[in-house]
């Protein structure tokens, strides 16, 4: 997606979030340039994610290009 400007971003809450090879979460918030997800029910995990590395949003999820181990820098 690289072309974000006419994307209904609220559209993304409540989605599953995922990664190449990762779960992140469920969206939580958009904000101007980030979609913040958070996963886990006990060890929460919340993920602050530039809008510039999803790859492509559906009806269920949006998938961000990135790996579990690149993930870990939006990790907050």
Sequence with gaps: MSNHVNVNWHEALKKRARGIDADLGKVEE???????????????HKFYLPKKIVEK????????NVTEDEAEIYKF
């Design 30 to 44: 958009v904000d101007t340039n980030h979609i913040i997800t958070r996963k886990g029910l006990v060890w929460k």
């Design 57 to 64: 949003m559906d009806e269920n999820r949006i998938l961000f």
